[in-house]
């Protein structure tokens, strides 16, 4: 596959956070290649990162709930996850598999109307959060299941090369987007949800908090790319217009490479793209990919050394696993 086909493999990586595994190989494409992406596109980019990364938390708190005894919150939190689809169908033209950004841009503009359904359902989530925390924060259930259980010590995450809400739950303040900014995360006015966890680590409910915070982050991003947005969030572009996609060469010189470090979901991904190659010029001759899944799961595993089989879904679950990502 050309440099272009590949973006729809990177869709299926992870069926609950796609569109951040695609944008992740375009970075490392456009780094190969040499592409400068337009301001209006990263803006847009970013928009449609943050609310899949809200989807995806969603889905993995849906998820969670009934695996420690809270069978409510899932409908509840797919509810709300139904809200980021359809603005994410909006831009992409699917639910799942978007297909969305392109190397030098994006496949199309914000939709008219877009900005003003986007706040009134971000306006909406953000009430509704609260009242997940209320659900998760006065269950004794949910309390006793994940306070104490599943401890996992900052110095061992990093030296396990763990990342992502699960290392920012044991207090290492790491985030891709804030240590290595990219796209216009640099632009924006926020930090990253790091919690403070016990002297003994991190436990399941701090990685539960981590997510929680996080999302109000993702909201609030995407709520300010929307007043930021070069040209206003109203105006529209054909498919293929300079200030949403820039021209970008179809072929890769032989020994060049690229690569982009990029914040999934789940943790720091990364691309690593080889171009060229005897009559592969508009293929890469090698594409190696980072999951931070492939990373934390055998370290998870090691979190539940000590505990009880019946504590297994709560320490696994915390984590959030995606295994379309770790096998690649």
């Known amino acids: ?33 040499g ?13 449609a990162v943050e609310l899949q990364r809200i989807a995806s938390h969603l889905m993995w708190l849906g998820a969670y709930g009934p695996d420690i005894g809270n ?55 953000q009430d509704r959060i609260q009242e997940y925390e209320a659900l998760f924060d006065e269950s004794t259930v949910f309390l006793v299941r994940s306070q104490g259980v599943g401890y996992a010590k900052p110095a061992e995450m990093i030296n396990h090369g763990v990342t992502g809400p ?21 632009e924006l006015d926020w930090v990253p949800a790091v919690e403070r966890s016990s002297i003994k680590g991190a436990d399941c409910y701090d990685r539960y908090r981590a997510r929680i915070e996080e ?31 820039a021209k970008a060469p179809s072929r890769a010189p032989e020994g060049t490479s690229g690569s982009h470090h990029f914040e999934d979901s789940r943790g720091e991904s990364m691309f690593y793209l080889a171009g060229g190659g005897e009559g592969r010029g508009k293929m890469p001759y090698r594409v190696s990919i980072r999951s931070p899944m492939f990373i934390t799961i055998p370290y998870a595993a090691k979190c539940m050394i000590g505990y009880k089989v019946a504590d297994i879904p709560a320490i696994m679950g915390s984590f959030d696993p995606c295994i379309g990502e770790t096998d690649r």
């Open 71 to 125: 069978l409510s919150v899932m409908v509840w939190c797919l509810r709300e996850r139904e809200m980021m689809m359809d603005l994410l169908q909006e831009m992409g033209g699917s639910r799942m598999h978007y297909n969305f950004p392109r190397i030098g841009g994006v496949k199309r503009d914000l939709p008219h109307g877009f900005a003003q359904r986007a706040r009134a359902k971000l306006a909406l989530f």
């Open 35 to 47: 592409v400068e992406v337009p301001e209006r596109a990263e803006y847009i980019r970013l928009i």
């Open 166 to 186: 699960n290392v920012r739950a044991g207090g290492v303040d790491y985030d891709v987007r804030w240590a290595h900014p990219y796209s216009v995360y640099s």
């Open 215 to 245: 999302m109000k982050e993702s909201a609030s991003m995407v709520l300010q790319s929307l007043d930021k947005m070069p040209g206003g969030a109203e105006t529209y572009h054909e498919p293929g217009d300079p200030k949403i996609l």
């Open 1 to 33: 596959r050309d440099f272009t086909q590949i973006t729809t493999y990177c869709d299926r990586l992870c069926y609950a956070s796609a569109n951040t595994w695609s944008h992740s190989y375009i970075y490392a494409a456009e780094d190969l290649l």
